[in-house]
Structure formats: C-alpha cells, structure tokens
C-alpha cells in the first residue's frame, strides 16, 4: 500500500519565479492539506482541499493557490516566489469525516529560492 | 486562535534513562491532539491521537496522555534509534486546520 508521495524531492528557484508542487494521497484517502515547515520550526497549515475544492485556508497569501483532481491528487502552486518561500513543503492525506482526523505526512518537497 | 507549546525544545538522554515531554494547548473546543515523530530532512510519521482528557495511548516505548490543557509523551527507557523531533498539534471541532508545535529534538545517547 503506496503511502503519501510528492514531487519533486528538491527545488531550486529564483526570486519571482512560479513553482508548481505535486501530492499524490495515501490510497483510501480523499482529503488533502499542504503545510509549510520552515527550518527548525513545526508546519504551518497552508489550505486543505476535499472533493476538489479548497475547504478552508491558513494565514497565507493569495500567492498560494492549490487544486485538487478527481482522484484525489493534488497540486501547490506559488507564485512571485520570495526568499522567505524557503522551506519544506509537506503534504498531508486523510480520510474525511468523523473526529479528529489522523494526517498522514508525506516525505516533503525542499524549495529553495535564490 | 489555537495554540501549542512544547518543553523542553531539546533534550538528551542515555540510553534507558527516561522522560517526558510537555505539550501545552489552547484550542477553542479540541476535536483531536496529535502526537507526531520527524527524523531529519523527512515527514511527519504519525504517533497517536487523543481526543478527550484522561485518555491515554501506548506504542511500544512511548505513551501519550491528555488533560484539558496539556498532554504529554512519555518516554520508557529509550533507544538510539528514538533521536528525532516530536511535534504535538491540536484540531479544533469544526475546524480542518492542525496547529503544530515547532517541537521537542530529542536526543538518546548509547
């Protein structure tokens, strides 16, 4: 059974640029959420997407959009990347519904601005 | 706004010497705790979850337990191979946002 999986593995970017992220859920999963974990902090809540709409948002720019496709799989754009971008980005997949939802954490995307 | 802080940020233990770290919360009306374990440059790996206070969970040498505003991870005799960082993160009902702590390093030394 395939757990939670990104791409790519690394980034490297340069200021202004567009980077595009990619999450493929853990099989059974419906929900996704993305979350930034900058170094030697815990991951900060991005936005959560569920039936391929975004469900609720963090305290993040409009820089950061996401989608989320039939099957499940989904993607983090960010846009006019800044320095401060830097950071890993996690994927998170769950199933919906029912009390406190146990996330499973995928191995990250490390993004590097220069 | 909810939130979570974790003591000690780091600690270092020998090996069978053991502890617990602190998780502390506040969180309007708590859907979920939850106990995660990070190595180095990797994921998140899932631990436990506890949803009401005086509950308590156990995996192998850890045990999580949960009071109205704390919970916390205790550690039995540890090993080498337990070094990683432990995040502690909350949800609250009606909510899908998790807010993480930035976690405790621990450390085990043979």
């Known amino acids: 059974d395939a757990g939670v999986t990104q791409s790519p593995t690394h980034l490297i970017k340069t200021r202004g640029q567009q980077v595009t992220l990619r999450c493929s859920p853990k099989?059974?999963?419906?929900?996704v959420s993305w979350y930034q974990q900058a170094l030697g902090q815990g991951p900060q809540f991005i936005f959560q997407?569920?039936?391929?709409?975004?469900?609720q948002r963090g305290n993040f720019p409009d820089r950061f959009s996401g989608h989320q496709f039939p099957n499940y799989s989904s993607e983090l754009n960010v846009n006019a990347l800044l320095l401060g971008d830097s950071a890993l980005y996690l994927c998170?997949?769950?199933?919906?519904?029912?009390?406190?939802?146990?996330?499973?954490f995928g191995p990250g995307t490390r993004l590097t601005v220069l | 706004e909810d939130q979570v802080t974790q003591s000690p940020e780091a600690l270092r233990l020998q090996e069978g010497e053991s502890s617990s770290l602190n998780c502390s919360y506040t969180?309007?009306?708590?859907?979920?705790l939850f106990w995660y374990r990070q190595d180095p440059g990797k994921g998140p790996e899932f631990l436990f979850t506890?949803?009401?206070a005086g509950e308590e969970k156990e995996k192998e040498r850890l045990k999580a337990t949960l009071t109205k505003k704390e919970s916390f991870l205790h550690i039995t005799a540890p090993k080498p191979e337990d070094s990683a960082t432990y995040l502690c993160?909350?949800?609250?009902?009606?909510?899908?946002?998790?807010?993480f702590g930035i976690g405790t390093k621990l450390q085990v030394i043979p």
């Open positions: 969180v309007s009306g708590l859907r979920g």
């Open positions: 506890l949803y009401s």
């Open positions: 998170a997949s769950s199933l919906s519904g029912g009390a406190g939802v146990e996330q499973f």
């Open positions: 099989s059974g999963h419906d929900t």
């Open positions: 997407y569920y039936e391929e709409e975004e469900r």
């Open positions: 993160a909350v949800q609250a009902r009606g909510y899908q946002k998790v807010t």
